[in-house]
């Protein structure tokens, strides 16, 4: 395990490139849906992280994806366009809105997650428990800088 530490900038330049790879390969996967509802990459990030916090409000959404409030209400316009999202007002704080996915948004998550957890789930299952756990921590520290 030493010699990760004395990890060299090449070694450091092959990750960060697998990084991209895995990322650009994981979220190709799901072109094909995205543009059979003619939505792209920006709503696909914001339908996972609205599915994953339900009832998120715009502010930690735009903190999570760390974009602007007016992209945000780009994309956000289209899934209301599509009939993906609904809103609900915070019972404190009316100022506060709060977003779900509706039946079609859970709908259309679900067929896009279906399609990239084919890719991660076969490379999980033919790793042993030790890598997967070492995996997740790295890619944890990765994100908590």
């Known amino acids: 395990m030493k010699e990760l530490l004395y990890l060299k900038d090449e070694q450091l330049k092959h990750l960060i490139e697998k990084l991209f790879i895995g990322y ?16 792209g990459l920006a709503h696909q990030k914001t339908i996972h992280l609205i599915s994953m916090y339900q009832g998120i409000s715009i ?3 735009i903190g999570k994806l760390k974009v602007t409030k007016q992209s945000l209400n780009r994309v956000l316009k289209d899934l209301i366009k599509l009939d993906m999202i609904i809103f609900s007002k ?53 994100i908590n800088g």
Do not use: M, P, W
Request: aromatic share 10%.
């Open 90 to 142: 915070d019972k404190n704080d009316t100022r506060i809105k709060h977003i779900f996915l509706n039946e079609k948004g859970k709908k259309i998550f679900n067929e896009i997650f279906e399609v990239q957890k084919k890719r991660i789930y076969n490379a999980l299952l033919s790793s042993s428990s030790k890598e997967v756990l070492s995996f997740d921590e790295v890619l944890n520290r990765i």
């Open 24 to 39: 650009r390969e994981t979220f190709a996967d799901s072109k094909k849906v995205l543009s059979k509802y003619k939505i």
């Open 59 to 61: 502010s930690e959404l």
